[in-house]
């Protein structure tokens, strides 16, 4: 059931006050903020909840998941520093909205989806917008090797432990931003791979995720 995709002058002026609203809530880097003025959010939702798709909140997908709150996926893409043609590694496709803002910046995009049916729905609908990363569906706890190293990894759920598969596979001065806590909250990381074996760590924050399951996840 194709929806058509309609853009119209009341949906960017919806989504200007939404990148207005995160630059007051501290996205303050120019080129996420007009990543996120130029992916029509409400693309993503059913035709019920469309009037809500500019709103600072994470909506159910189906299949018990969520598209991450606007807030969340500037925090998380700012924190990646990105640059035109950095290969990217993303955990938890969902929606495919993350996976968007990404392309939009320029990254060579590798995403890895847990569930089938989510998997299947994002591989078909995002070409039909016109982005078009590399689809893989499995546990991407472990990375996707056979790609490796990434400048840059996104985890979009959240763990109990940083995978070690996932800090193995960053390139040096490679970037995984990757929240981790309990099952209600998780605290954003961000690990910079310094050398072979010297790594530095920062925290950003308290979110709250959808888990990340799988075998360096929660089983
Ligand atoms: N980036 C998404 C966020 C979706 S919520 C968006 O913009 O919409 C997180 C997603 O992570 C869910 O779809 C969930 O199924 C997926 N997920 C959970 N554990 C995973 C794993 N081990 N590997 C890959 N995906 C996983």
């Not at 807030?71 to 990646?80: D, G, I």
Request: net charge neutral; proline share 5%; with cysteine.
């Amino acid at each position: 059931m194709d929806k058509p995709l309609i853009e119209t002058y009341k949906h960017k002026g919806m989504r200007q006050s939404l990148v207005d609203d995160l630059y007051k809530k501290g996205i303050k880097d120019r080129k996420v903020l007009n990543a996120m003025n130029k992916v029509p959010r409400h693309f993503f939702f059913e035709t019920a909840l469309i009037e809500h798709s500019y709103d600072d909140k994470a909506f159910p997908i189906g299949e018990g998941q969520t598209i991450s709150q606007p807030f969340t996926v500037a925090s998380q893409t700012q924190l990646l520093s990105l640059k035109q043609g950095d290969k990217v590694l993303e955990i938890g496709t969902g929606s495919g909205y993350q996976a968007c803002i990404l392309v939009e910046l320029g990254a060579n995009l590798y995403t890895i989806e847990y569930n089938k049916i989510l998997f299947e729905r994002t591989r078909q609908f995002l070409p039909k917008m016109g982005y078009n990363p590399k689809f893989f569906c499995g546990d991407g706890t472990k990375g996707l090797p056979s790609f490796a190293p990434y400048d840059k990894i996104i985890v979009t759920a959240g763990g109990p432990f940083v995978p070690e598969s996932l800090v193995g596979q960053l390139s040096i001065g490679g970037i995984l931003v990757i929240p981790v806590g309990d099952e209600s909250k998780q605290k954003m990381l961000k690990i910079t791979r310094l050398s072979a074996t010297d790594f530095e760590q920062e925290e950003h924050g308290l979110f709250s995720f959808v888990k990340l399951r799988g075998s360096e996840g929660w089983s």
